[in-house]
């Protein structure tokens, strides 16, 4: 498996080894012993698996009291990812990253506790799978508004498909030291 590190250091890219042959293709998704060896430290405890129409963004997410490191990519279709720094200690706090990721290459994202994740559907559809360093806590569940102009991000979806609650996060700046983590 090849790993590069991001401009987030902390953040790494996985592209796992693909196995082709007449009647397909086979690869290992995940295999605890070899992602440690690889810089990837967390323990996993759960998993969830995203449907999306083109056009959708989910995003961006964080926990605050139970935060989650993931594991994310996408099994079918592509998407735009992007991981923001939010560790308020963190010299690269603010600071963003993002690239696609497909169900053709398998790529995946290490994001570790502390960043805001989300994602933008490119193409049709899209199935992503993420692992979870900590269960889902719907106390603790924060986000930062898509379109922070703080942040800059540049999406590629101008007017994203949003749910109610995306639609209605702060900025970084408006969400306060006391939401953001460490």
């Given at each position: 498996?090849?790993?590069?590190?991001?401009?987030?250091?902390?953040?790494?890219?996985l592209e796992p080894k693909i196995f082709p042959d007449d009647r397909g293709h086979f690869l290992e998704t995940?295999?605890?012993?070899?992602?440690?060896?690889?810089?990837v430290p967390a323990r996993f405890v759960q998993d969830n698996l995203s449907y999306s129409i083109k056009g959708v963004l989910r995003g961006l997410?964080?926990?605050?009291?139970?935060?989650?490191?993931?594991?994310?990519?996408?099994?079918q279709g592509r998407?735009?990812?992007?991981?923001?720094d939010i560790r308020k200690s963190s010299p690269s706090f603010g600071h963003w990253i993002s690239?696609?990721?497909?169900?053709?290459?398998?790529?995946?994202?290490?994001?570790p506790e502390g960043f805001a994740h989300g994602f933008c559907v490119l193409s049709a559809e899209a199935v992503v799978i993420y692992k979870c360093t900590d269960y889902y806590a719907p106390k603790?569940?924060?986000?930062?508004?898509?379109?922070?102009p703080g942040l800059g991000i540049d999406w590629p979806v101008k007017?994203?498909?949003?749910?109610?609650?995306d639609l209605?996060?702060?900025?970084?700046?408006q969400a306060g030291r006391d939401q953001l983590p460490y």
């Open positions: 498996m090849k790993v590069t590190p991001t401009k987030l250091p902390e953040v790494l890219l995940y295999q605890a012993d070899r992602y440690r060896e690889c810089g997410h964080y926990q605050l009291g139970q935060p989650q490191g993931k594991l994310v990519w996408a099994v998407i735009f990812d992007v991981v923001v690239l696609e990721l497909d169900g053709d290459s398998y790529r995946q994202l290490y994001v603790e569940e924060r986000g930062i508004i898509w379109n922070d007017d994203p498909l949003l749910s109610p609650k209605i996060y702060p900025t970084l700046h």
